[in-house]
């Protein structure tokens, strides 16, 4: 999501979003779809006469995505361009209401589990019926196969490639928190923990836990090396790779040129079946070669948009921009917290300091210059919408508020030198313009009282290993949410290691080590809401680091497309979209 253009003028259409439940019979979702079309039609431009509207059966989406999938495979990827075609596909035990970040609902399960009293133990009922897409019966034992395999995932390519099954279970083999999984009859499974976590839940919503046919997996070897992994390549086509039990199913994948998808004609859900014949997904190296297609007609929609197409596209009467709502991202100005940094003695070790940034930073003007309007202002860590999600009340843009708090910090109120550091050649949706960004950052601090000395440094590989060092002072960082927990924010943020902080921030807060390590392993989710909630309060006590902004990374399309239920982690899935032509 690029230069200070302070805005783009046009103005934006209204959001198209609509929450679409799986339990809808077809009337309801048939009455939904046709108020989303007219909705669609009045704020994209579109010529499309009342008698049009309805959700049409049939036709091909062509999709632009910013990069090729990694591997056919949902349980090896961690991407977001991955996990979105995966997601079209595979299903996990629970989902995402749609439209939503942290709304927990049973999709292959009947229903959410029963949990023990201890919180070691989930058991799930499973839907009856649903078949693969090779044909074979889901059931118990295919949860059980598929979480068996990922915990014995061995040393080499699968392990370094299941960073999701890591980051949740821990690891693998015996470092695994997952302790073993039981499936006592076909329509029941039981999974056992070692400890409590209470991200388990959500963490299973990524597509990364979606359950694949043990048939097709077995039948293709499933070779630890992933250059001769046909399952994982995707060479066998249909039926032998990526086989879920989703609305579409895998048809083909030509490296850095296409991937295929096409409607799954059994699929389990009769009201949430698939309305389009096939998708399409092209990836694309740059936006400017996206949006081209876009307006040429060579794709249909594409999945994300930056900052500078967004204004191209909200000023073409044939397009649309399609508002996701609140993004699971959180842009901040990173601190090193330290006493000191490379040796030198470090300004903001002092909490006075972090506040008088915090109030002297202009965040509405980055999101009005850099982001097209396009993002929300952060009032947390946390993304509105994630799971835990409390509002803190943090300073707002005040110069004579941030010069008091330097007053208060015992420190000279001008002339305080801090480096910031920018990267250079970052993704445009990870940052539209952060050279702008930093300079109008540095503005506003000369504006308190700061000498902010701009630091340019390349993204990759210097900026991302400089950061996670903590051999930076002050800079931008941008994070997105795998899933939308405080777990996979906040913990992965402050957390002690070997009784240390993270060497990126230095912030040492024994008492918020103390209720993450405690909200972490809560059996109670009343519990673990307390700690997490608690945990918030005690970061903006402290303001280790200044949120910014929650982007919400928009996708645009052609006024014809119909029926896109979008959601603020990308998560959305197709089967609701349908072509007006």
């Avoid at 836990?209 to 066998?236: M, R, W």
């Avoid at 609305?247 to 859900?269: C, G, I, R």
């Avoid at 070997?498 to 390590?517: E, R």
């Amino acid at each position: 999501m690029d230069g200070a253009r302070g805005g783009f003028g046009a103005p934006m259409p209204p959001r198209v979003v609509a929450v679409v439940r799986k339990d809808f019979d077809v009337k309801s979702w048939a009455s939904v779809l046709a108020v989303m079309a007219l909705v669609a039609m009045g704020c994209g431009g579109s010529s499309s006469t009342a008698q049009d509207v309805g959700p049409k059966k049939g036709g091909t989406l062509t999709v632009a995505l910013d990069g090729d999938i990694h591997y056919a495979d949902p349980s090896l990827v961690s991407d977001s361009t991955s996990l979105y075609v995966a997601n079209q596909v595979v299903e996990g035990l629970v989902g995402l209401a749609p439209g939503t970040l942290s709304e927990i609902v049973p999709v292959l399960a009947s229903d959410l589990p029963t949990i023990s009293p201890d919180g070691l133990t989930y058991t799930f009922k499973l839907r009856s019926d649903v078949k693969f897409h090779d044909g074979t019966d889901f059931n118990a034992a295919a949860v059980k196969f598929n979480y068996d395999r990922w915990k014995a995932f061995p040393k080499g390519d699968l392990q370094s490639n299941a960073t999701d099954f890591a980051a949740v279970f821990g690891g693998f083999g015996s470092t695994s928190n997952l302790a073993q999984v039981d499936a006592p009859d076909k329509s029941t499974v039981v999974l056992h923990l070692i400890h409590p976590q209470s991200n388990f839940l959500i963490s299973q919503t990524v597509a990364a836990f979606g359950i694949q046919s043990p048939t097709a997996i077995q039948a293709s070897g499933d070779n630890p090396s992933l250059k001769v992994n046909a399952y994982a390549l995707g060479t066998g086509g249909q039926g032998k790779a990526m086989v879920g039990t989703g609305p579409f199913m895998f048809s083909e994948w030509a490296a850095n040129d296409h991937v295929t998808l096409v409607k799954n004609p059994n699929y389990w859900n009769a009201q949430s079946a698939a309305l389009l014949d096939r998708i399409v997904f092209k990836p694309f190296a740059d936006p400017a070669s996206e949006l081209k297609a876009l307006q040429s007609g060579a794709v249909d929609l594409v999945e994300t948009l930056d900052a500078a197409e967004v204004g191209a596209v909200s000023k073409d009467a044939s397009l649309v921009v399609l508002d996701r709502g609140s993004g699971c991202n959180i842009t901040q100005l990173g601190m090193n917290d330290y006493d000191t940094v490379n040796g030198v003695a470090n300004l903001l070790g002092n909490k006075g300091v972090r506040f008088a940034i915090s109030a002297a930073v202009n965040k509405p003007s980055y999101v009005t210059g850099f982001y097209a309007g396009e993002a929300t202002v952060a009032d947390n860590w946390l993304p509105a919408g994630a799971q835990y999600y409390k509002r803190e009340y943090l300073p707002t843009y005040n110069l004579s508020g941030s010069r008091s708090y330097l007053a208060g910090a015992g420190v000279p109120t001008s002339g305080l030198n801090v480096d910031l550091y920018y990267p250079t050649g970052a993704p445009t949706t990870v940052f539209p313009d952060a050279k702008g960004l930093a300079t109008a950052i540095s503005v506003d601090l000369q504006a308190a009282g700061f000498v902010a000395n701009l630091k340019p440094e390349a993204y990759s590989p210097n900026y991302l290993a400089d950061q996670a060092a903590g051999k930076m002072q002050m800079w931008l960082q941008s994070q997105s949410c795998q899933w939308a927990g405080p777990d996979d924010i906040l913990y992965s943020f402050f957390h002690y290691t070997n009784d240390l902080p993270s060497a990126m921030f230095s912030y040492k807060n024994d008492d918020l080590n103390t209720a993450m390590t405690s909200a972490m392993t809560d059996a109670d989710q009343t519990k673990a809401k307390t700690d997490w909630q608690k945990a918030q309060d005690l970061i903006a006590a402290g303001m280790p680091t200044v949120p910014l902004l929650n982007a919400k990374l928009p996708a645009g399309a052609h006024t014809y497309v119909m029926g896109f239920v979008g959601a603020g982690n990308r998560t959305e899935i197709l089967n609701t979209v349908w072509l007006n032509k």
